[in-house]
T-cell receptor, first 106, second 117 residues
Framework: KNEVEQSPQNLTAQEGEFITINCSYSVGISALHWLQQHPGGGIVSLFMLSSGKKKHGRLIATINIQEKHSSLHITASHPRDSAVYICAVGYYQLIWGAGTKLIIKP | DAGVIQSPRHEVTEMGQEVTLRCKPISGHDYLFWYRQTMMRGLELLIYFNNNVPIDDSGMPEDRFSAKMPNASFSTLKIQPSEPRDSAVYFC???????????????FGAGTRLSVL
């Protein structure tokens, strides 16, 4: 069993839909990261959280330490949100999820 | 700041040749990471440095791979000799341990796409 599991693996939605991507982990963690990898390959860090909730624009990340679960939400999704979203746990040596490929259709 | 800068963006070489990938971290960051991404294995941490000192190189696949950080603003990842199975995208990232909003967030370079023929 992978230490960091993401679901779904693939997600296709229509523009404007509310998107939820889930991440469950089995290891004790100090921090959890959400990153975005663009179709061109570039990786951007979206959030790092160790408790509660963070919001940036249309993106919201939550974490439940007791349940070892985090979610990334996208409100009012747009085709430019199409990317692979990756969950990773740790501070320095990150343990990576396999990623969720999101496609938003106009 | 210009962000993490990697060069070259693309590298095509023949098997057996030496390949050197370069990375300039964000100024002031004291951690530097080298990752490799392939379809089969996803993102793998190869090695990371703290204050120019290698901390963990357990992810380096074999002796053909070596990494150096001669100063706080420059690191290299060298493959000698290169093999076709080394073909991948290599990312460099840097982070800071300074307390604050950006603490420990890893900022990635654009990556180097390596093709070994």
């Amino acid at each position: 069993k992978n230490e960091v599991e993401q679901s779904p693996q693939n997600l296709t939605a229509q523009e404007g839909e509310f998107i939820t991507i889930n991440c469950s982990y089995s290891v004790g963690i100090s921090a959890l990261h959400w990153l975005q990898q663009h179709p061109g390959g570039g990786i951007v860090s979206l959030f790092m959280l160790s408790s509660g909730k963070k919001k940036h624009g249309r993106l919201i990340a939550t974490i439940n330490i007791q349940e070892k679960h985090s979610s990334l939400h996208i409100t009012a999704s747009h085709p430019r949100d199409s990317a692979v979203y990756i969950c990773a746990v740790g501070y320095y040596q990150l343990i990576w999820g396999a990623g969720t490929k999101l496609i938003i259709k106009p | 700041d210009a962000g993490v800068i990697q060069s070259p963006r693309h590298e095509v070489t023949e098997m057996g040749q030496e390949v050197t990938l370069r990375c300039k971290p964000i100024s002031g960051h004291d951690y530097l990471f080298w990752y490799r991404q392939t379809m089969m294995r996803g993102l793998e941490l190869l090695i990371y440095f703290n204050n120019n000192v290698p901390i963990d190189d357990s992810g380096m696949p074999e002796d053909r791979f070596s990494a150096k950080m001669p100063n706080a603003s420059f690191s290299t990842l060298k493959i000698q000799p290169s093999e076709p199975r080394d073909s991948a995208v290599y990312f460099c990232a840097s982070s800071s341990d300074v307390t604050g909003f950006a603490k420990n967030i890893q900022y990635f370079g654009a990556g180097t796409r390596l093709s070994v023929l």
